[in-house]
């Protein structure tokens, strides 16, 4: 169905801050000021779906940090024309932007996909700050139509891609929800650039830079992409990558004064474990393809160890249990604990690269020590190989994407996790908070945002959804947002 020009609405797109007016730097070609801009807006675009909180995105790390954005030369021909060649020629030339090329001077690719690897180049006279880009306005029916058409192609084709065969209803109801979110584009700039200038980190002033272009993007609808990873079947959304000092300021739209509030599972990788370990059946009720490691399980799930373990897991003071092996703050101790415990438990060596040896060493001993069972059960769960676990074929993979199945056996403990939070966290508990109308509320992996008003109701349906399923419900983080008048 082609679009119809009276229903055609400007499109916003960003292009770099210092360029000149568009229609005058093109004066004398034969190229279209709104395709050009279209071009550039895809450049910022692609950078998105490589932001990753934390360590990123392993597989994609050295692409993002040295600033290239992956752009599929097929949906730049839809965009710009077959002729996008000029465009990118004329950008480079000028110079705008920036194209990757190998040792031999030709054009390089990401790897597994036809993607030309793009960067906008710095220029000084963009000036410091988190904005170094500005809005333009798209209005050509022409060019406006090839967007609509490139949206719809789209959206048919993601819908055969893997990460979205995995979607289901409760996924849809999630992120439609989700799209009411919004942001306070001028408090939270302002909070960017107040960090960009404490920082000479370049690498982090990148980061910096690229959340402000996601908030702007996602405002306008032109980020809402929303998929399910086969590994440990989580929802991912741009908010869900976004960085977490960012949610302070979102809100819902049409509940703009309304104060929102972030509860999350304390110490959740490990309570999520224990759960498993102390109620091993539940395992063949919310995920099934680990049956064959119950058995083996059933034998560590009454042990005085375990169960003190749960314990600690349940009250969410897991972490404070080793603090006292580290220097700091409380909190910087807290966090150290929590590093070694991770790295302890679910790392293939079981043993923390960075940090003080000694520490570690340290570290690693006393949790043996106190929790021998622990130890014992997740090294089992670490072992167990493909032909029990046959799925670790197909969704163990390497940081560039390779297959590596039982090489990488010691994924199975997180993937457990993983996958135990999710079925919990959006097949159950986030069923029931729509089925009470506990809206509208966003979840982010092992926590929640939600109106402040609505707290109590649904720290009862958390509650209740862990009791029901034969669970002890976990201790929940409490953190509130700023109010309006505070940011």
Known sequence: MKPDNKKLKPVTVFIPKWMPDIKTLLSGTRLKPDRLMLYLHQVYLGRLKLIRPGEGDAGNSWVYTEGWSPLYSGLIKELVTKNYPDYVKFLEEHPVIERRRNEGGGLSYTPGSYSQLVRIMDNPFNGPGVRQFRKETISDPVVLKSIYRAKDKYKKNKTECVDHLLLTEIHHRLHKMELSVKFRIPQAE??????????DNNKTRTKLKDSLVMMEAYNQHDADYCKVDSFGFRMHTPLTQ???????????????????????????QFFFLATALVNPDIIRDLVPEFEPIIEGLKRYSTMSDVV????????GVLYEQFSYLFTGTKQERRTASKECLIACMFSKSGFQKSGNKKTTVAFVQEFKRRFPNIDGAVQEIKVVSGDKLPFM???????????????????????LCQRLESKLVLNIIAERMLEQDAGPFLTVHDCWIVCCKKTGDIKRIIDDSFLVSGLVPPMLGEKNYPSVERL
């Open 242 to 268: 976004t960085w977490k000092p960012l949610r302070s300021y979102m809100y819902f739209e049409g509940l703009e004064e309304e104060s929102l509030m972030e509860l999350d599972i304390r110490n959740s």
């Open 393 to 415: 074929g197909e969704h163990y993979t390497d940081i560039r994407g390779k297959q590596v199945g039982d090489k990488a056996s010691h994924k199975n403990l997180s993937c």
């Open 190 to 199: 302002k909070f960017l650039d107040d960090v960009y200038y404490k920082t």
């Open 308 to 315: 003190r373990f749960h314990e600690l897991c349940c009250e």
